[in-house]
């Protein structure tokens, strides 16, 4: 059974910082390029970065310099750390694979709000 369990979103002002987490389970994580999502209300889920089996990574220029996706192949765990914060980077964020294996789902993801 395929498990994504995304934690770590929060309140935090414009400027601030948060790290995300996701857990995975069921998966073959180490062979998979891993990638974070976000979906603002009213918006199509958006893809946010990814990183490759090997860390590899690639950001979208909405948050290119900002945020940094890293993981971590022995705990099938991988990262999103944000730094500088917008408002319009508010939104519920989810993990899985890039691109989405059918069979996988989605978690509940983690909800980030940021204030201005």
């Known amino acids: 059974q395929v498990q994504l369990v995304e934690s770590g979103g929060g309140l935090v002002q414009a400027g601030g910082s948060l790290r995300l987490s996701c857990a995975a389970a069921?998966?073959?994580?180490?062979?998979?390029?891993m990638a974070w999502y976000r979906q603002a209300p009213g918006k199509q889920r958006e893809l946010v970065a990814t990183?490759?089996?090997?860390?590899?990574?690639y950001y979208a220029d909405s948050v290119k310099g900002r945020f940094t996706i890293s993981r971590d192949n022995a705990k099938n765990t991988v990262w999103l750390q944000m730094n500088s914060l917008k408002p319009q980077d508010t939104a519920v964020y989810y993990c899985n694979g890039f691109p989405v294996p059918q069979r996988w789902g989605w978690g509940q993801g983690t909800q980030v709000t940021v204030s201005s």
């Open positions: 069921g998966i073959g994580f180490s062979s998979n390029t």
């Open positions: 990183v490759t089996s090997s860390s590899v990574t």
